[in-house]
Structures are given as structure tokens and as C-alpha cells.
């Protein structure tokens, strides 16, 4: 009683105190390393998505860079002559890259891609790095890895952003030129998607020399390349219990340490097998391992400030790597399957003809056109030195998504083709790579659930991470004055959102902003992007009084992330259309794209509100999607003015809400029509300039003695032999041949009748051999166990009498 008596009084006298004490329990909590994690990266557009006021022009700035002449020659020679000589099934049979593969890495620095020249790399920009992980991608999912690992989230890119001058010197021109491999290693038994709790821990000691250090006791696991680098990146744990850095500090936090695999104490595993492809990746053990304290990237000042580098190291990289090579699957994908199902004949006409293809087909053509536009378009903002973290984020759940879409889509039209593995399949490694991509640097579950909308609801909302950072003011009264300040805004802003959101969606968003200067059939589509923030930031403020439980709300989160996402991609899709030149014949995969993004997009939102667990929330959900509210309160207005003997007002506001039910429509975006489908379709399995486009960037081998050289032979071929193959039918439904004939004599007598000509029936049976050429699948010797071989032979049983 008096403990309560007590609170009640120091509430009186200092109610300021009492009232920031009180928001703060409502606040989400947040970690030493969410903070971390929040304060990494940089906010851009996703940041005006999350605003309900998107400034369009800040998109825009961007210009769609193209490579420089030194860039497009290193992909024209020395990716093009990796990607002929590595071979996925030789690969698969030993067990790793050929060693001229390993040759060409090496010597022409495909280790040190973005590492400045005067180290000794190519110095290369974010999106020519991209460029060759996905054209190495698209022939080899190990090569791709190999290459795409050291340049990625790892030594080279830490060194390079945080190392000190002597780790630049030592370090960089070592991993350029390949004498160094490295390998990161975060990953461990205990420490999975959670990866800020690591066990592994270093001690600050001095050894027996007297020499200032770490002791180390590690182990980690699935660390890429580890069975055979030279050099770790170590991340663990660091504790200073005798203070000997002079922090006075115990537990610094996370550090990035760099540890030769020589070092006395380090245990190199195992390889693992994921998936059976043979990229080297295996688990790591370090048992005392003792490093000098230079050892720290960065030295002794970056100790404990590992997860932020990380942080703003993994915002770039990926950014990079996975979406190249999700990128990558999607384009190879299209462009083989387009032409396999032109090919590929079934009930006496390609198999593109039918609906049960056509729609898949237009599903992997629109997507690659989206998932390009995402990558080209982020990979715009790092190269103007942004850290895009929840970009990134959103590029690695969506694209690695859309490469399992793609990928399952490709395994299902070629069918047993796709199945049987051997030489002349070319999606089993495409295939057996999805799981890996969705599982690693974070994965998708996570992605997904956590971190879209878990991070961008606090770092890219204008107002959230302000709030947050007032309350963290220790004077109670400075605390008071800055958060009453934001929230003042907030409120202010969100009010404004809502009002846009309804009149939006009362108005078919027929008045909705559109920037100037894009193509005027694509402004319907800002005018709903612009509507669609409006109601994703009154959905998100309606979500923040979760507090801590926000967290919790899993699925909450996972659906506004949603929204959040499909925003993104349809928004770099119109830039993408803009930067290209809008050119007309790119129009059915813009609004494939579009059209699909913003109908998931309004799903989602629709879905959040409906499922929220704040039944005041799921109010804005009448606010958002309008018509029943409308309509109800125009129906009540009438009838009240009918019993008031108002008869005019009466009339007004029946025929008021016989139109409001008529033509407010809650739902304003709708899945591509079947028509839509049908024309995107054609881009992939019709030959020209759009499909070049779509796919442009892959390796594409032109010799017969490639599968899929000998692929797109056949299926230019298909296209010039088609109206022969109608000619010769209409002769055999006519009568003038017949059909109930070998397929030799058949040509023989279409041209002995003038069906076709002599030179036309060459062209028929090439065609007819490359058909056959293309749907061959491997088929290999029986091995006869040794058990069998040496099992007696069984006698026949003698046949029984009859009595």
C-alpha cells in the first residue's frame, strides 16, 4: 500500500517522467543488435513507399548506368571462356571446378571484382559484379557460387570498407589474385537465422611472449569455401575481463577477426553436400586458437563492432549475389523453355499452343521482367553508395522466390526431359539450387516474417525511429518534449494518409497524383502505388500501438511486408520501363508485372486488416477499402431524411447509394487477364528483339554440341518449318496424300503432289532430327551388383502333371 501510495505521489511530482516511462513499456523493445542492425544501411525509396507520399523523383534520380568498355570486354572474354569450358556434369563427377577453371578465377582476378585497381582488383562497379555472377550463374550454379562468395559478404568487401592500411596492403592484392581464398564464417550449430547469438568466443589475453591478443574457441558449420581457404573471417563474441584494450568493458560485443587457416588450434572439416552440388562448403572448429590483436578488422578500435560491419556489409551484398543468380535462373528458365515448348510436340501440335502451357509461360516471362527491373534497379542505388538494407531484403526473399516459381514452372513443361539428370539436362543444378538460395543469408521464413516490415516499419517509417530515439533521452523532460514533438507530426501525417487513402479508394484513385514525363498509359499505375502507400502507412500506424508485440504478430508482419514488397517491385518495374525508353514492345511485361504486384499488393493489405489482432485496427479496413462505409452511411442519411418528410433529399441520396454500391469497387487491381497472359507468353516462345531483351545477359552457346545450342537451332527451325508441317496436313486431311504412312514416304509424296518442294523437305527432316535430338534424354549402362553376379542360377520348376 505504501510502495503504491508511493508511485502515485512521484507520478504527480514528475509527471513527465512517469508518462515517457509508460510509452517506453509500450515501445517495441529493441536489442543491442537490432540497433546496430537499424542504424547499418541506408533509407531511399522504401522510405518514401512507407511515407503515403511517395516522391517519385527521388526514384527517378537514378540513371540505368551502362557497363564501360573494360567491364563488357571482362564478360565477353573471361566469363564467356569460364563459362565454356565448365561442364555442370563433369563438375558433378569429380567433384569440383576443372582445374583450367580454377586457372582462369585466379589469374584473371575474378576474386577481386569490385576491390580497387591500386590492390590490384578490377575495381569493377555493383552492377558489372552482378552481371558476371549472373552469366556464370546461368551455365553454373557451383562456378557462380565460387566466384560470388569472395566477393560478397566476406574478407575482401570487410577489409575494404573497414580494414586498417596495413590489412588493405597485405590483404587486398592476396585475394585479387587468388593466392588468398577466403571464407566468411558466422554460421554455427547453435547460431543459425539467430545469428547475433553466437557462442564462439575470443579472450583478450597476453600469450607467453607477452604479446597482446585473442584466444579463440569456435565452431562453426555450411561455411562456403571452407574447406579450402587460405584465410577466415571469424565472427565471435569478444570479452575483455583484465580490460587489457583499455574500453572498461567485459563483453565488447560481436567482432570480425581475420584467421589463417595455418594458425595453430584451427580444425578444417569435412565438406558437406548441399544438395549434391559441388561447390566446397563444409564445417570449421578453432580449439584455443590464439590470433595477435591486429587480427581484428580494422584493429583493436573495431573491436565489438562486428555485427554493424556485417550489417551494412550484408545490405550490399545482397544486393548482389543472390538476386544475379536468382535473376540468372529466371532468364535461362524463360529462354529455354519458350523454345522447348514450341519444339516439343504432344497430341499433333506444339505444346505451346495449349492454355494448361500458355499460362506458365506468361508466369516465368512476367516475372523475369520484374525480378530484372528489381536487381537493375538496386543495383543503381549501391552504385550511387547507398547501403539499401530493407531493399536488399526485399530482393532476397522475392527473387529467390520468383527463381523457385520459374525454376518448378520449367521443371513442369519439360517434364521427364527435366528429370532424368545427365549431360543434356539443363535445370537439375538450377533445380537442386533453390533450397540453397532460399535458405542462406537469411532465410526466407525469417526474411519474410522479421525483417521487411519488422525493420522498415521502425528505420524507413518518417517517424517511428525518431520517436524511438526521444525516448532515449535521459532528461525525462527533454525526453517528453522531443517524443510529444514526433508524435505530434505523426499523428498530423497519418491523419492526412488517411483521409488520401479513403478518397482514393472512394474515387477509383482517379485523382491521385502521377509523376511527369512517363509514358501516359503506365499513370494509372503511380495514381495506384500512390494510393496503396497512403493505406500501407495508415495500416502500419494502426499496427504500432502492438508495441512489443509487434513482434510476436508474425503474420501480421509477413502480410505488411508483403504489401511493402510488391510496391517496391512494381514501383522498379516503371522505372525500369522509363530508363529503358518505354519502348512498346516491352509494354505486355510491364503491365504483366505491374498488374500482378499491385493485385498481391492490395491482397495483402486487405488481408492484414482483416486478420489484425487489434480489433481497432481492422476499422481501417472500412477507411482503406471504402464501399460498405460509404454506402451504409449514404443509406442511413436517406433514410433518415426520408422520415423527416425530406423527400428530395430522399431521392438525392438513393440514387447517392445505388451509385456508391455501383461504382466504388473496394478491389482496384486485378491478376493479369487471360488475354494479358497470352501476349506475354508469346514474348518467350516467339523469336525476336523482345525475347533477346528478356534474356539478355545469360550464356547462350550457339553449338549444336550444347544442349541448349542445339535447343535454339531447333526451335528457329520449328518456326520456318511450321507452315510446311500445316501445308502437309491440310494435304492429308484433304486426300491429296495420305497420312497412314511412314514419315519418309510421307514427305516423299507431300513432294512428288507440289505440297512442298524438294529443298522444304530437307528442311522438314532436319527439323524432324533436331526434334528428336532435343527430347533425347541420357540413359546409362546397368551396373549389376556384385550379389547377383554371384547368385546361384535358380532352376526352372518342372511343369505339373496331368492326371
Not at 734 to 748: C, D, F, M, V
Amino acid at each position: 500500500m505504501v510502495s503504491k501510495l508511493g508511485k502515485i505521489l512521484q507520478a504527480v511530482r514528475n509527471p513527465r517522467a512517469t508518462a515517457v516511462k509508460a510509452i517506453k513499456k509500450q515501445m517495441p523493445p529493441i536489442s543491442a543488435t537490432e540497433k546496430e542492425a537499424l542504424a547499418s544501411g541506408t533509407v531511399g525509396w522504401d522510405a518514401e513507399l512507407m511515407s503515403g507520399s511517395p516522391n517519385w523523383d527521388k526514384l527517378f534520380k537514378y540513371e540505368k548506368a551502362e557497363l564501360t568498355s573494360e567491364e563488357q570486354a571482362f564478360l565477353d572474354g573471361p566469363v564467356e571462356k569460364l563459362c565454356k569450358i565448365v561442364d555442370n556434369w563433369e563438375i558433378q563427377k569429380t567433384n569440383d571446378l576443372p582445374p583450367e577453371a580454377w586457372k582462369i578465377i585466379k589469374e584473371e582476378g575474378f576474386m577481386g571484382l569490385e576491390i580497387p585497381k591500386e590492390y590490384g582488383g578490377k575495381g569493377f562497379s555493383s552492377k558489372a559484379h552482378s552481371a558476371v555472377v549472373m552469366k556464370l550463374a546461368s551455365r553454373s550454379i557451383t562456378a557462380a557460387v565460387t566466384v560470388m562468395v569472395p566477393n560478397s559478404l566476406g574478407p575482401a568487401e570487410l577489409i575494404g570498407a573497414y580494414g586498417t592500411q596495413a590489412q588493405k596492403d597485405y590483404y587486398l592484392p592476396r585475394l585479387a589474385n587468388g593466392t588468398e581464398i577466403p571464407c566468411f564464417a558466422l554460421t554455427g550449430p547453435d547460431a543459425g537465422s539467430d545469428a547475433g547469438s553466437i557462442p564462439d568466443r575470443g579472450v583478450v589475453v597476453k600469450n607467453e611472449k607477452g604479446e597482446l591478443g585473442i584466444r579463440m574457441n569456435w565452431e562453426k558449420r555450411y561455411i562456403t569455401l571452407g574447406p579450402i581457404a587460405s584465410l577466415i573471417g571469424m565472427a565471435f563474441k569478444l570479452e575483455d575481463p583484465d580490460n587489457l584494450l583499455g574500453k572498461g568493458v567485459k563483453d565488447l560485443g560481436i567482432t570480425v577477426a581475420l584467421v589463417p587457416r595455418n594458425t595453430p588450434g584451427v580444425e578444417i572439416g569435412d565438406r558437406h553436400a548441399p544438395m549434391d552440388l559441388p561447390f566446397h562448403n563444409g564445417p570449421n572448429k578453432g580449439v584455443d586458437v590464439f590470433v595477435p590483436i591486429d587480427a581484428i578488422i580494422g584493429g583493436p578500435e573495431k573491436a565489438g563492432k562486428g555485427w554493424a560491419m556485417l550489417m551494412e556489409s550484408l545490405a550490399v551484398g545482397r544486393s548482389l549475389s543472390l538476386p544475379a543468380l536468382s535473376t540468372a535462373a529466371a532468364k535461362l528458365s524463360s529462354y529455354a523453355t519458350g523454345s522447348y515448348s514450341r519444339v516439343r510436340k504432344q497430341f499433333g501440335t506444339s505444346i505451346s499452343n495449349f492454355e494448361g502451357i500458355e499460362e506458365p509461360l506468361a508466369r516465368m516471362a512476367g516475372l523475369t521482367y520484374l525480378m530484372n527491373a528489381a536487381r537493375e534497379a538496386t543495383l543503381q542505388m549501391v552504385d550511387a553508395g547507398e547501403r539499401p538494407a530493407i531493399p536488399s531484403a526485399i530482393l532476397k526473399y522475392h527473387l529467390t522466390e520468383g527463381m523457385r516459381t520459374i525454376v518448378n514452372d520449367a521443371m513442369d513443361i519439360h517434364g521427364g526431359k527435366a528429370v532424368s539428370n545427365g549431360p543434356k539436362n539443363i535445370f537439375s543444378t538450377l533445380y537442386k539450387g533453390i533450397p540453397i538460395a532460399i535458405t542462406v543469408e537469411g532465410a526466407n521464413i525469417m526474411t519474410r516474417n522479421l525483417i521487411i516490415f519488422g525493420q522498415g516499419a521502425v528505420r524507413a517509417h518518417p517517424h517511428t525511429l525518431k520517436e524511438l530515439e526521444a525516448l532515449e533521452e535521459p532528461d525525462p523532460k527533454k525526453a517528453f518534449n522531443k517524443f510529444f514533438k514526433v508524435l505530434a507530426s505523426h499523428l498530423g501525417s497519418g491523419v492526412v494518409n488517411a483521409v488520401k487513402a479513403m478518397a482514393h479508394g472512394a474515387t477509383g484513385s482517379r485523382f491521385a497524383r502521377a509523376p511527369k514525363g512517363v509514358d501516359k498509359s503506365t499513370k494509372k499505375y503511380y495514381k495506384q502505388i500512390n494510393r496503396l502507400s497512403a493505406a500501407f502507412n495508415l495500416a502500419t500506424n494502426a499496427s504500432l500501438p502492438l508495441g512489443a508485440n509487434l513482434k510476436k504478430k508474425e503474420r501480421v508482419s509477413a502480410r505488411m511486408g508483403d504489401v511493402y514488397s510488391h510496391l517496391y517491385l512494381a514501383s522498379t518495374a516503371l522505372w525500369y520501363y522509363e530508363k529503358n525508353g518505354a519502348p512498346k514492345d516491352e509494354k505486355v511485361l510491364l503491365d504483366w508485372a505491374v498488374q500482378s504486384s499491385l493485385a498481391k499488393a492490395e491482397k495483402a493489405l486487405e488481408d492484414a486488416l482483416e486478420n489484425h489482432p487489434l480489433k481497432a485496427t481492422r476499422l481501417a479496413k472500412h477507411i482503406v477499402f471504402p464501399r460498405k462505409l460509404l454506402t451504409g452511411v449514404l443509406a442511413v442519411a436517406t433514410t433518415v431524411a426520408a422520415f423527416t418528410l425530406a423527400p428530395v433529399v430522399a431521392v438525392v441520396g438513393a440514387v447517392a447509394t445505388l451509385g456508391a454500391a455501383m461504382f466504388i469497387r473496394d478491389k482496384q487491381n486485378h491478376v493479369p487477364s487471360d488475354g494479358l497472359d497470352r501476349k506475354v507468353a508469346d514474348t518467350i516462345r516467339i523469336p525476336g528483339e523482345t525475347r533477346d531483351n528478356l534474356t539478355r545477359g545469360v550464356f547462350k552457346p550457339t553449338e549444336e554440341s550444347e544442349p541448349l545450342g542445339k535447343l535454339e537451332m531447333a526451335f528457329k527451325l520449328s518456326v520456318e518449318v511450321e507452315p510446311l508441317e500445316k501445308k502437309i496436313y491440310l494435304a492429308t486431311k484433304a486426300g491429296t496424300i495420305s497420312k497412314e504412312q511412314p514419315r519418309a514416304a510421307l514427305l516423299e509424296a507431300a513432294v512428288t503432289a507440289n505440297v512442298i518442294t524438294a529443298d522444304e523437305a530437307v528442311k522438314v527432316k532436319e527439323m524432324d532430327r533436331l526434334r528428336r535430338a532435343v527430347i533425347d534424354v541420357d540413359a546409362f549402362p546397368q551396373a549389376q551388383p556384385a550379389a547377383a553376379n554371384d547368385a546361384p542360377k535358380a532352376t526352372p520348376a518342372a511343369p505339373p502333371k496331368v492326371a
